[in-house]
């Protein structure tokens, strides 16, 4: 009988496929099911910082990434009198790339298949027990040593989890969009801005030498704001510095409103949630998917090293977890200062933005993420 362990992963994104290689890199066995017709992501771009760059070098999908995307440096923010507030935003301790998803997604997916993973579409998942059984819609259920469920909000695998599940509505939500690059772009180049005014963020990132990616946030209660398509001319009158930008939206994003998750556990037996299964967070950090990157190759490391798959799980959730939840915790409180903050009191905020940037020591705490190392031969956490 072959000693090789198995493991049967729900979700072909971006945390599905990168547990999916990490496991597959230590030698076992994958298999995920992922219930669209193909692989492919929604939404546009991704800030893709040191953490979740370290683990795309040590998964071999780094230059892939790195070949497409825009090496950024510096990220500003700027506020509602268009005055730099910061420059280099978290970028003390960091790399940042920004890239297209469908990229940094098929990046990671073509290391996963060559390495072996096999990748079902078509597939949707139903269910998952902790004795290491996914069962999918069809009725067919596949036993394995690991099963992990890595679909997103809307997870089935999480619904078998025991403990406290809370979803909880940030009353905040952002449109993402691509729009076309032309040389004339010159601010974009290798740098990102985000430009704040009253409730409303706009992000202007580029992604690739042919798109800049475009984030509109505000609070729900913005109505014009949130309207799907954009209202271009209500945008415009916030940000009429970003016009040349904001008259190439076109109808490709759509509003959603952020949500937090929060569950009790992570694991039980064989069975884990993964990603924004476990833990959606606001895109505020630019750090929901790079965490999530950075958990699947702890995960993996933990389960393959670890005497158990239970051992293993219970291992990268006590040391990982803390991580995470400082994560969210700092993105949604990034979220409030931006969207909720009341406009009368804008200068206020700038000068506190300012400070902020000049702290050291709080980006040093912001940025906790990407001061751990879970590729390091023993991982800095
Ligand atoms: C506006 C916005 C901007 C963001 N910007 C950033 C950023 O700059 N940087 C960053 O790090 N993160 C960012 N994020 C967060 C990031 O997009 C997510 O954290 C990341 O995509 C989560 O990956 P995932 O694989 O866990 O889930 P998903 O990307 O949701 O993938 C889940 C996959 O599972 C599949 N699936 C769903 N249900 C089933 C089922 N029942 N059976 C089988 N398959 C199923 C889905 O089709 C999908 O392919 C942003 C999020 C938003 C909303």
Known sequence: MSGQKHAEIAGGGIGGLTAAL????????????????????????????????????????????????????????????????QSDWLMKDSRLITAERQALHMAIANQAMRAGVEI?????????????????????????????????VTSRVRDQMPGQKNIERLYDGGARYLIRRNENDLEVLNSSIECWNGGRRVGVIPVSKEHIYLYLCCPIADKKGAETPPNIDSWVKSFPQLETYLRRLTDNGKFVEFRDIRCEKWHHGRMAILGDAAHAMSPNLGQAACVTMQSAYML????????????????????????VDATQRLSRFYGRVGTRWPVVLQDARSLMIAAMGRSAKLQHRINVAVRTDVTALAPVL
């Open 22 to 85: 990490s496991l597959a890199r230590r030698g076992w066995s994958v298999r995920v099911h992922e219930r669209a017709k193909e692989l492919r992501e929604i939404g546009a771009g991704l800030f893709v910082w040191e953490n979740a760059l370290r683990t795309l070098e040590a998964l071999g999908a780094y230059d892939e990434v790195a070949s497409t995307g825009e090496w950024n440096k510096s990220w500003q923010i700027r506020d509602h009198r268009n005055r730099v507030l």
């Open 120 to 152: 079902c579409t078509n597939a949707e998942v139903v269910g998952a027990s902790s004795d290491g059984y996914l069962e999918l819609a069809t009725g067919t259920k596949h036993k394995a040593d690991l099963v992990l469920g890595v679909e997103g």
């Open 300 to 323: 993996a490391r933990c389960v393959d090293e670890a005497p158990s798959v239970h051992q293993g799980l219970r291992d990268w959730e006590t040391k990982f977890r803390p991580v």
